[in-house]
């Protein structure tokens, strides 16, 4: 089995340009099929893994695959520049001067042009609308228009990127950390063993509307779902009480919308492992896919646990490698162990 930081590192530089033939979707695929009896997608391109098809209770891991970027709206007669429209929660403070790439009939790079500050008429602090924002690949519009088209998909080329202390950062740590966290999840499971039922599903259209978590969850209807998605990491500008550091473990999600009694049981599961630990509390919705599945059918017990991560929807996301570890080992345990 491939190490954490591998899965990590593939499934972000894997592009996300159509589903369900997206690099992503097809190295998560690929890496599941040893852990898996079954795979199959639904009409949507969830990924659907039997872990194990047998057990007492069914129990769901699950993290969302999509990710954040843009859609190209039409190309500039005069330049060959493309414009674009979000996909998405993306930043506009980090667009301009991005490296990106664009994927038409082949992938290719570009940048998102940036105003020089010489020229700057008004506020130059003032953050560009994505309407007056473009990508320039470096060719004519005759040249480009025989590769991409409007419809055609972009996202930030951020390659990972090793830190020091076993930080880790570049584009699409959210949420390709808990999709890893999932897989290391299932690997656990299958070595250890469990007496549950065990599917793994990572889902699409999270950053557009959860409608991927709606749809899976509705129809497989199982007796607990356990999620996994990054939530806000301690840094300047971010208040301490929406936050956890860096390196302090899974943050355990405490919200309105989900069963106290299945979070308290995760926590509860962690201490009795020695697994480190947060506890995050969060008014009303959880703002991922547990607020869709806890709801979805007759109801699912539904719990959230999260890796922290700092510079959340930028090309710079960055996290510890060992909390995405805990992670796994918390949904791992609560898997094997709930009844």
Same mark, same amino acid.
């Given at each position: 089995?491939?190490?954490?930081?591998?899965?990590?590192?593939?499934?972000?530089?894997?592009?996300?340009?159509?589903?369900?033939?997206?690099?992503?979707?097809?190295?998560?695929?690929?890496?599941?099929?040893?852990?898996?009896? +079954?795979?199959?997608?639904?009409?949507?391109?969830?990924?659907?893994?039997?872990? +194990?098809?047998?057990?007492?209770?069914?129990?769901?891991?699950?993290?969302?695959?999509?990710?954040?970027?843009?859609?190209?709206?039409?190309?500039?007669?005069?330049?060959?520049?493309?414009?674009?429209?979000?996909?998405?929660?993306?930043?506009?403070?980090?667009?301009?001067?991005?490296?990106?790439?664009?994927?038409?009939?082949?992938?290719?790079?570009?940048?998102?042009?940036?105003?020089?500050?010489?020229?700057?008429?008004?506020?130059?602090?003032?953050?560009?609308?994505?309407?007056?924002?473009?990508?320039?690949?470096?060719?004519?519009?005759?040249?480009?228009? *025989?590769?991409?088209?409007?419809?055609?998909?972009?996202?930030?080329?951020?390659?990972?990127? *090793?830190?020091?202390?076993?930080?880790?950062?570049?584009?699409?740590?959210?949420?390709? !950390?808990?999709?890893?966290?999932?897989?290391?999840?299932?690997?656990?499971?299958?070595?250890?063993?469990?007496?549950?039922?065990?599917?793994?599903?990572?889902?699409?259209?999270?950053?557009?509307? +959860?409608?991927?978590?709606? !749809?899976?969850?509705?129809?497989?209807?199982?007796?607990?779902?356990?999620?996994?998605?990054?939530?806000?990491?301690?840094?300047?500008?971010?208040?301490?009480?929406?936050?956890?550091?860096?390196?302090?473990?899974?943050?355990?999600?405490?919200?309105?919308?989900?069963?106290?009694?299945?979070?308290?049981?995760?926590?509860?599961?962690?201490? +009795?492992?020695?697994?480190?630990?947060?506890? *995050?509390?969060?008014?009303?919705?959880?703002?991922?896919?547990?607020?869709?599945?806890?709801?979805?059918?007759?109801?699912?017990?539904?719990?959230?646990?999260?890796?922290?991560?700092?510079?959340?929807?930028?090309?710079?996301?960055?996290?510890?490698?060992?909390?995405?570890? !805990?992670?796994?080992?918390?949904?791992? !345990?609560?898997?094997?162990?709930?009844?």
């Amino acid at each position: 089995m491939m190490e954490t930081v591998e899965i990590l590192k593939r499934l972000c530089e894997a592009s996300y340009e159509a589903v369900p033939d997206s690099e992503t979707h097809k190295a998560i695929i690929e890496i599941m099929t040893p852990l898996s009896e +079954k795979i199959t997608t639904d009409n949507l391109g969830n990924i659907i893994c039997t872990v +194990k098809s047998e057990g007492k209770k069914h129990v769901v891991l699950s993290a969302h695959a999509d990710k954040i970027g843009m859609v190209v709206t039409a190309i500039d007669n005069a330049t060959g520049m493309l414009k674009v429209a979000k996909s998405g929660g993306v930043d506009n403070r980090t667009l301009a001067a991005s490296r990106v790439k664009v994927t038409g009939k082949k992938e290719i790079k570009g940048c998102v042009t940036s105003t020089p500050p010489h020229l700057t008429k008004g506020d130059r602090t003032a953050v560009p609308a994505i309407e007056d924002l473009y990508i320039d690949c470096g060719l004519t519009y005759d040249e480009i228009s *025989e590769i991409v088209s409007p419809g055609d998909r972009a996202e930030y080329h951020s390659p990972v990127c *090793e830190l020091l202390g076993g930080r880790y950062t570049g584009a699409y740590m959210d949420n390709c !950390a808990g999709c890893t966290a999932v897989i290391k999840a299932c690997e656990k499971l299958l070595k250890d063993g469990t007496d549950n039922k065990i599917t793994a599903i990572f889902t699409t259209r999270e950053e557009t509307g +959860k409608g991927g978590a709606a !749809a899976s969850f509705t129809a497989l209807q199982p007796d607990f779902a356990f999620i996994t998605d990054v939530s806000f990491g301690r840094a300047p500008g971010v208040p301490p009480e929406m936050s956890s550091p860096l390196g302090s473990g899974g943050m355990i999600c405490i919200s309105p919308i989900l069963q106290k009694e299945i979070s308290d049981f995760l926590i509860e599961t962690a201490e +009795k492992h020695g697994i480190p630990y947060t506890v *995050e509390v969060m008014g009303s919705r959880t703002m991922t896919d547990s607020d869709v599945a806890v709801t979805a059918g007759r109801g699912i017990k539904t719990g959230l646990v999260s890796v922290p991560l700092t510079n959340m929807h930028t090309p710079v996301e960055t996290l510890d490698i060992k909390d995405v570890e !805990a992670v796994a080992s918390i949904l791992s !345990a609560a898997a094997k162990e709930v009844m």
